[in-house]
């Protein structure tokens, strides 16, 4: 191997899949970036996407890295994998996907008929569990796979995330890293592994033992890189593949999010405020917390569900004239957003959103949806965009408190990363609205360098996960709150936001009686 170690991380998000090359001391040094069609829609609410679509985008995505970068593919010590979470694929006896993935913005439901078997029924009847199990049941895929094309079940032998598909397209080997499970599986998220064979998601799924991954602590070995895999990424044959764990999960150890006293914000299409804890802590009750990129750890995640999807959607829906403008004066986009919330007082004068664009499990509820109240004539595009963004804060404030009051610990500082996190405006707005120091890692990548990190730790490139974290990572821009605009958001968050969605969620029940949405 010539020159310094490397380490290559494959970050498969859903919306693009990046390449990423860093080195032993969290410096990107290299990237190939291609952006995705995130999915297709056969049927309203649908969205699967082709399990050889992400592949063959991963193989363009290094392509593009090493045509960009001075590095030599010699260079790379291993290979590790991140990505979206929830999206499931069905592979035959010979690995081949019998059907598309379901990703996981996928708003299918199964059938369910009648309660769990056995004592498992009686005891959520007790418990007045019965909704929350009818409705985990309900958005199982493997269950509307196995009701409505039931030969494809029959023939399906793994049952695999997308990251134990992309793990065995490297390495050949059906293993996949516990960090990454996060999905409607039967997976006991207490103790991170595969349920006991007495639990009750082996009840309310199709899903056999057989048809899982072996499951690897992130930082442990997945297998090594296959000849056609490593001809695929322009790499030697025979490489380490090491296990990482989900984006979000990486996001927080890329952060340098290690206890329970830093609040990690994803503003991602996803937003989450998350922090990582010894203990077993469900930061909503009956919400797991999910397996930490942290061995043996737990990220206490609280998630809007259509997060910076919303500035997406704004953008796509109402911001052509920025869009055009930018390409105009050659910039990006976002800088003319930014614009537009700096056009506004904090407050948009008056406009609150509650961001439930999609509904929720339990908090908020199947019922849940998005609102805006306070519309005067003085309202404009830029008002409705700067209330998505305080919207999205008061939300995630709201996920904060509930975690500190779950784990008595105090959040005293924010690291805020995802696509969101590049914007000035929405960085500032944050720590007002939180009334916290709100810091911006030292990259944008910080998904893909959480996962270079579990994979630095089991190359032993770092002796411990401790040093590791101190060495690879750091902060960048710091965004201390303004008093002025912070008294302002406190009375707004707490007088009129923590309001709004016990007043309407009446109204929000009566519109899902009504017209059967959202079902």
């Given at each position: ?427 500032q707005l944050t720590a007002d609205v939180f009334g916290l120091p709100a810091e911006r890692p030292h990259t944008y990548e910080t998904s893909g360098l959480g996962a270079a990190i579990d994979a630095a730790v089991g190359l032993r490139l770092h002796p411990d996960f401790q040093t590791a974290v101190a060495a690879m990572t750091r902060v960048g821009d710091v965004f201390l709150p303004q008093p002025q605009t912070q008294a302002l958001y406190e009375r707004l968050y707490s007088e009129v936001y923590l309001k709004m969605y016990p007043q309407l969620q009446p109204l929000y029940r009566k519109i899902r009686s009504i017209t059967g949405y959202p079902e």
């Open positions: 191997m010539s020159g310094e170690p490397l380490i290559l991380a494959i970050d498969n998000g859903t919306q693009s899949v990046r390449a990423l090359l860093f080195d032993k001391r969290g410096n990107l040094v290299g990237k190939g970036k291609q952006e995705l069609d995130p999915y297709f829609s056969e049927q309203p609410g649908w969205a699967e996407q082709h399990p050889d679509y992400f592949w063959e985008n991963l193989g363009k995505a290094c392509k593009t890295l090493w045509e960009g970068t001075e590095a030599n593919p010699a260079q790379v010590a291993g290979v590790t994998v991140t990505t979206q979470r929830g999206t499931v694929i069905n592979l035959d006896e010979n690995g081949k996907p019998l059907r598309p993935a379901i990703i996981w913005l996928d708003q299918r439901h199964a059938q369910v008929d009648g309660p769990v078997k056995g004592p498992w029924g009686w005891l959520f009847k007790l418990a007045r569990l019965e909704e929350t199990i009818h409705r985990f049941r309900e958005k199982t895929q493997a269950n509307w796979i196995a009701q409505n094309q039931p030969d494809i079940w029959r023939q399906t032998r793994h049952f695999l995330l997308l990251s134990g598909y992309l793990n065995y397209r490297l390495t050949g080997q059906f293993r996949d890293s516990t960090g990454s499970q996060v999905g409607y599986l039967p997976f006991d998220y207490r103790k991170q592994k595969w349920a006991a064979p007495r639990d009750f998601k082996w009840q309310a799924m199709p899903v056999t033992p057989e048809m899982l991954p072996e499951l690897v602590e992130p930082g442990g070995a997945l297998g090594a890189l296959t000849s056609e895999a490593a001809v695929h990424l322009g790499l030697p044959e025979g490489l380490p593949v090491i296990a990482a764990a989900s984006d979000k999960a990486c996001e927080i150890l890329g952060s340098g999010g290690l206890s329970p006293d830093i609040g990690c914000m994803s503003y991602g299409t996803t937003a989450t405020i998350n922090t990582t804890s010894e203990r077993y802590v469900e930061p909503i009750k009956l919400m797991p917390p999910y397996p930490s990129a942290l061995p043996g750890h737990y990220s206490t995640e609280v998630m809007i569900y259509r997060g910076f999807w919303m500035v997406s959607w704004f953008k796509r829906e109402f911001g052509l004239r920025e869009r055009k403008l930018a390409e105009q004066r050659g910039v990006e986009p976002e800088a003319l957003f930014d614009e537009l919330v700096r056009a506004v007082p904090a407050g948009s004068m008056g406009l609150m959103l509650q961001p439930y664009w999609s509904p929720g499990v339990r908090q908020p509820g199947p019922e849940a949806k998005g609102s805006i109240i306070g519309f005067g004539d003085v309202h404009t595009r830029s008002h409705i965009y700067r209330a998505i963004l305080e919207g999205l804060a008061y939300a995630l404030r709201e996920g904060k408190e509930k975690i500190e009051k779950r784990t008595g610990i105090p959040i005293r500082i924010l690291r805020v990363a995802g696509g969101g996190s590049q914007s000035d405006a929405a960085m």
